[in-house]
C-alpha cells in the first residue's frame, strides 16, 4: 500500500498521523477484502483551505471536517471485481496499485470535534480515515439504507483496531 501524505497548515495533531494513517487505511483495506494492493492520497490541512475546496467542487461554502474524492466507479460499493475488466487507467503504471483517490481532512475539524465529542484527537482522525476510505470503496451516507449499511462497517474496522471512543 502506498500512501502519498501531506500536512499543509500551521496545526498539528498529537498523534503520529501518517502512522496512524497507514494503520487505518490497511485495516479499512482489510475488512474490505481488497484484491489489489493500494494507493490513496491523503492531505491534512485547516479550515480555510478545506472551506475553499468544499467551495469549488462542492458549492458548499463553509468548512468540512473530511472531503473524499474516489477515483473508482463501483457498480457495487466495496465490489472490486469490476477492476478485472478495467483499463489500466485505474492502476498506477509505476507500481501497479490500484489508484482509490484523495482524502482532504481539517486539522481545525478534528480537533474541534474531537473536544466536542468528548474522545481524542487520535479517535476522530482515525474515524474520518475509515469514514473517507468507505467512500473510496464507494459506500455513502446521503440514503438513511445507504447510511444504515456504512455506519456499522466503520464502527467495526475502528472496533477491531481497538480504537474506540475514550
Known sequence: MTL???????VKLPVDCEGLAKEVIEAALDYAECPYEAEVNLILTDNDAIQEINRDYRQIDRPTDVL???MLSYEKAGDFSFLEEESEDDFNPDT????????IISVDKVLEQAQSYGHSPKREFAFL???SMLHLFGYDHIDPKDAAIMEPKQKQILEEMHIVRD
Open 129 to 131: 480515515i475509515v469514514h
Open 96 to 103: 501497479g496499485e490500484v489508484m482509490l483517490g484523495d482524502i
Open 68 to 70: 473524499s474524492f474516489p
Open 4 to 10: 502519498n501524505y501531506e500536512e499543509e497548515g500551521e
